[in-house]
């Protein structure tokens, strides 16, 4: 049995008397990549703004290592190991792709701020900003403005910035969103290569992707858990099937 990194209970939010989310039940386990799906509106994003407290919670706990950190500032969990991506890439567009990576760094070294400070100061991190274009694919793109990188290669880049950060678990907000066939098959390569020894949790659109990637899915709808458990499992229950076709006109898991 895996241990679980990341557990909710009962978590809600509720908007000046809507319920966006109720009563979410997450276990994560250490180790696994874990989707959050469902069909628009089903408050996955909202979900991901609880997590990382973007948003406070109306109820409930979020639970981490075994820590309650529901009352935590983002920063707090941010450096605790919970790092997210947005669904809209956020990466410097006239810095290269390698002082992307080591701006991110140098949140390490304490000397993010430091701006009199000579530049030859920086070159501690050279070594790892290389290591880290090398795990997302990107080594021969160090000295590219991040403007001039394609669509796939900014979010590989966005990666490489989120794992600059050491994180302990990875939230991945649509990492496939708006992209063509071949970007989705490298970023989803991407992401199951950089699971390695991390935990994952994702919310994603894209089910070829979800079904070949991820250990377990949870599906949300109206804010509420409608089902859970593998691929298989979730894209033959019944009432799965029913909220999908339902809400995109016929289509299917």
């Known amino acids: 049995m895996q241990d679980t990194i990341l557990k909710t209970v009962s978590l809600g939010k509720t908007f000046k008397g809507f ?25 996955k994003t909202t979900c991901f703004n ?15 290592n075994g820590l309650d950190i529901t009352k935590e500032r983002p920063a707090q969990i941010a450096r605790r190991g919970i790092i997210r991506s947005f669904q809209i890439s956020a990466v410097f567009p006239h810095l290269s ?34 290591e880290l274009l090398c795990e997302v694919g990107l080594a021969d793109f160090a000295d590219v403005e991040a403007v001039n990188l394609a669509y796939g290669r900014k979010r590989a880049l966005e990666v490489a910035t989120t794992l600059a950060m050491e994180p302990e678990l990875m939230l991945l907000d649509e990492p496939t969103q708006g992209m063509g066939h071949e ?21 994603e659109h894209n089910m070829k992707v979800v079904s070949s990637i991820a250990n377990r899915i949870t599906v949300l ?10 691929y ?22």
Request: charged fraction near 20%.
């Open 232 to 253: 298989q499992e979730v894209s033959c229950n019944p009432l799965v099937v029913e909220a999908y076709m339902g809400s995109q006109g016929g289509g299917v898991l």
């Open 50 to 64: 609880l997590l990382t407290k973007f948003l406070e919670p109306s109820n409930g706990q979020i639970i981490f």
């Open 97 to 130: 792709v390698l002082e992307n990576v080591r701006v991110a760094l140098q949140q390490g070294l304490g000397s993010s701020f430091h701006f009199w400070k000579s530049g030859a100061s920086l070159k501690v991190l050279h070594e790892r900003v290389e």
């Open 183 to 203: 970007d989705v098959e490298r970023v989803t390569e991407l992401i199951e290569r950089v699971s390695k020894g991390r935990t994952i949790l994702m919310v």
């Open 19 to 43: 319920q966006a989310v109720s009563d979410v039940n997450l276990n994560v386990a250490r180790g696994s990549i874990h989707a959050l799906i469902g069909p628009n509106g089903a408050g």
């Open 221 to 230: 709808q109206r804010g509420s858990v409608l089902a859970e458990g593998s």
